[in-house]
C-alpha cells in the first residue's frame, strides 16, 4: 500500500506491473505524446507569429502600427486566457473517464480551428466580423491547448518508470520546440514571397496544412493505451471525488498556488523571445524578420537537444534545482538580452535568442512536465496539474507580451519590459523555495 504525504502526494512503493507495463509500451506513448503534441504546439503557435507579422495588417488595419499590433497581440492572448477553461473542463473529464479519450477531443479542438483561421476572410472583405470570428477560434484553440498538456505528460509520466519520469516527461515537452519549428520555420520560409503575395495568400498556406499533421497525430493516438496509474486508482474500492476541480481548490490550494507560480515565469519569459522580440526588432528596431526568426529557430533547434538533457538531469539532482538555474538566468538576463538586440548583428541576436531559450525556458520547461502532475494524486492530477499550468500560461503567455507592448508604446523604451521579466523570475524563484521535492514519489495510490 501507498501512503499520504500532508501534500497529498504519494511516497509509498509502487506496483511492480507498472514497471512491466510501462517497458512494453513506453516508446509506443511516447511517440504519440511527442507528435500529438507537436502538432498541438504548432497550431496554437502559427498565431503569435501570425499576429506579429499579419494580423496586425489585415485584420486591424484602422490602427497605427505598433497599436494594430497590440490589438492582434491581444487577439494572440485572449488564446492564453481561454486555457485555463481548458484546463479545467479536460481536467474533469481526464480525471473522470481517462487521459486518452481527451487528448482525442483537444486534437480534433485545435487542429479545427487552426484550419478555420487559414479560411477566414479579412477586415478588408468583411469588416469587423474579420476580428470577432478570428477571436472566436482563438479562443476555441485556446480550451483545446488548455486540455492538452495536462493529458499528454499525464500519459507519459504515469507510464514512466519512477527514477526516469523527468527524462520522459521532457519528452513530451519537445513538441514545443518541433512545434515552434515548423510554425516558425514555414512562416520564415513564407515570408521571403513578395509581401502582396504574402499578406493576399501566402500567409494561409500553414494554418491550412495543419489539418494533414491532426489527421497525422490523431491516427497514432489511437494506438495507445490508457495510463495504467489511472486505471489502478480507477480499479480501487476508494470514491473518486464528485468534482475534482473543486478537490483542488479546496484541499490542494497550496500545490495549485506553487503550480502557477513554477510556470509564470517560464511562459512568459518564452512567448517575450519568441513573440514580442519580434514586435520590438521589426517594428522599433526596423530589423529585417527574416534574422529574428532565424535566432528564434536556432534557439527551438537547440532545445531538441538541452530540453530532454534538462529532464535528465532533474532525474538525478532534482527538480527543484533546474528551477532555480533557470529562474535566476532569467533575472539575470534580462535586461542584457534588450541590449544584444539592439546591436542588430544578426550573429548576435541569434546567440542571444537561443541562449536564453535554452538556459532560462529550457532549464525549467524540461523538468515541468514532471514536476507539476507530481504534486498532485492521481484522481486530481489532471485537474491540478493542468489549471495550475494553464492559469499561469494565460498571466505569463497571454498577458506578458501584450503588457510587453503596451510598455513600449508608453515608455519608447524596453526598460519596463525587462523589471517586467526579473518580476515573474521572481515569482518563480520564490515559488521554487516553497515547493516540494517530488523526483523520488510513487504517483501510484492505495
Known amino acids: 500500500m501507498d501512503a499520504f504525504s500532508d501534500s497529498g502526494r504519494v511516497v509509498g512503493v509502487s506496483p511492480s506491473s507498472h514497471q512491466t507495463s510501462a517497458s512494453n509500451s513506453m516508446g509506443k506513448v511516447v511517440m504519440a505524446s511527442v507528435i500529438g503534441t507537436m502538432v498541438e504546439w504548432y497550431d496554437f503557435l502559427l498565431y503569435g507569429t501570425a499576429a506579429a507579422l499579419v494580423f496586425n495588417k489585415l485584420f486591424f488595419p484602422s490602427l497605427d502600427p505598433l497599436m494594430g499590433t497590440l490589438a492582434a497581440l491581444g487577439s494572440f492572448a485572449v488564446g492564453f486566457i481561454a486555457r485555463p477553461l481548458g484546463g479545467a473542463v479536460f481536467g474533469h473529464f481526464g480525471d473522470k473517464i481517462g487521459r486518452k479519450t481527451m487528448l482525442m477531443t483537444t486534437m480534433f479542438m485545435m487542429g479545427g480551428g487552426t484550419f478555420a483561421i487559414g479560411l477566414l ?77 504574402f499578406l493576399s495568400w501566402g500567409w494561409r498556406i500553414p494554418f491550412l496544412l495543419s489539418s494533414v499533421l491532426v489527421l497525422l497525430g490523431f491516427y497514432i493516438r489511437l494506438k495507445v493505451t490508457e495510463s495504467p496509474v489511472f486505471e489502478a486508482a480507477a480499479a480501487s474500492s476508494e470514491q473518486p471525488p464528485k468534482i475534482p476541480l473543486l478537490e483542488v481548490l479546496t484541499k490542494h490550494k497550496r500545490n495549485l498556488l506553487i503550480s502557477i507560480g513554477l510556470k509564470v515565469c517560464e511562459v512568459a519569459w518564452v512567448y517575450i523571445l519568441t513573440v514580442f522580440v519580434v514586435v520590438y526588432g521589426t517594428t522599433v528596431l526596423h530589423i529585417p524578420k527574416a534574422i529574428i526568426l532565424d535566432g528564434v529557430l536556432l534557439g527551438a533547434a537547440l532545445e531538441l537537444i538541452t530540453i530532454p538533457l534538462f529532464g535528465w538531469l532533474s532525474d538525478r539532482w532534482g527538480r527543484r534545482t533546474l528551477y532555480f538555474v533557470g529562474s535566476v538566468f532569467t533575472i539575470a538576463a534580462a535586461y542584457p538580452m534588450f541590449l544584444s ?97 517530488t523526483y523520488r514519489d510513487s504517483l501510484f495510490e492505495s
Open 121 to 197: 476572410p479579412t477586415y478588408a472583405q468583411i469588416g469587423a466580423w474579420a476580428p470577432a470570428l478570428l477571436i472566436l477560434l482563438r479562443v476555441i484553440q485556446g480550451i483545446g491547448i488548455g486540455g492538452e498538456w495536462g493529458g499528454a505528460a499525464l500519459m507519459v509520466i504515469e507510464h514512466a518508470p519512477r527514477n526516469q519520469r523527468g527524462f520522459f516527461g521532457s519528452l513530451v515537452q519537445i513538441g514545443f520546440p518541433l512545434g515552434m519549428l515548423a510554425s516558425t520555420g514555414i512562416f520564415a520560409y513564407l515570408s521571403r514571397m513578395p509581401d502582396a503575395e
Open 341 to 437: 538586440i539592439q546591436t542588430g548583428s544578426s550573429v548576435v541576436i541569434a546567440l542571444t535568442i537561443a541562449v536564453c531559450m535554452n538556459l532560462g525556458h529550457g532549464s525549467m520547461y524540461g523538468p515541468q512536465a514532471a514536476l507539476l502532475p507530481e504534486l498532485f494524486g492521481t484522481r486530481v492530477r489532471y485537474s491540478g496539474a493542468s489549471l495550475g499550468c494553464q492559469v499561469a500560461a494565460g498571466i505569463g503567455g497571454g498577458l506578458a507580451p501584450m503588457l510587453a507592448t503596451a510598455l513600449l508604446a508608453r515608455q519608447g523604451h524596453f526598460i519596463g519590459v525587462a523589471v517586467m521579466i526579473a518580476v515573474l523570475g521572481a515569482v518563480t524563484f520564490i515559488a521554487t523555495v516553497f515547493s516540494p521535492e
